[in-house]
């Protein structure tokens, strides 16, 4: 479960998944679809590939063929499960949230600056890092305004308030 649940830390991997439920595409109609670069688009496969959600079928056209791995993938997207434990997301405060795990410095930095220029005086932001780097630079650069930080199964759950 929790390979599971870092593989789709990012959120780029959930839309790869959503376009593979559809149907099974090659790496080039993905690039093409997601307005990504194959590079770009393997990094992400392969994280899926690890974590058992899609997998390589073979090829058309020259290019490889991926799928989702089973039909209980496919139900999970189709019924909008959740694929990580309910108590993750109970007891949300915050108004907004970065969902920034998987990512490394300066990411985490940047997305949450760029969204806490968009607050208004009162609100609050929650941000989610599985980066012990990132955790600690943003608790420094907003020591003023943390409410709490909290771990949370193997991520950090800091919610500040502007």
């Known amino acids: 479960m929790v390979k599971i649940f870092k593989a789709l830390a990012h959120g780029k991997r959930m839309t790869i998944l959503g376009l593979l439920k559809d149907s099974c595409r090659t790496v080039n109609e993905l690039c093409r679809l997601l307005n990504m670069n194959r590079a770009s688009l393997y ?38 499960a959740e694929l990580t434990e309910r108590k993750v997301f109970e007891n949300i405060r915050g108004q907004k949230i970065v969902d920034v795990r998987g990512e490394l410095c300066p990411v985490p930095l940047i997305k949450t600056e760029k969204i806490w220029r968009e607050l208004q005086n009162g609100e609050t ?3 989610w890092t599985d980066y012990e780097l990132s955790k600690e630079r943003i608790l420094t650069k907003y020591k003023n305004f943390v409410v709490t930080c909290e771990k949370i199964n193997g991520f950090w759950r800091v919610v500040l308030r502007k």
């Not at 899609?54 to 189709?78: H, M, P, Q």
Request: charged share 35%; net charge neutral.
């Open 43 to 80: 990094k992400h496969l392969i994280k899926l590939e690890d974590a058992g959600l899609v997998r390589r079928i073979g090829f058309k056209d020259g290019d490889i063929l991926y799928d989702l791995t089973s039909a209980k993938v496919y139900r999970l997207l189709e019924n909008g």
């Open 125 to 127: 932001l929650e941000v």
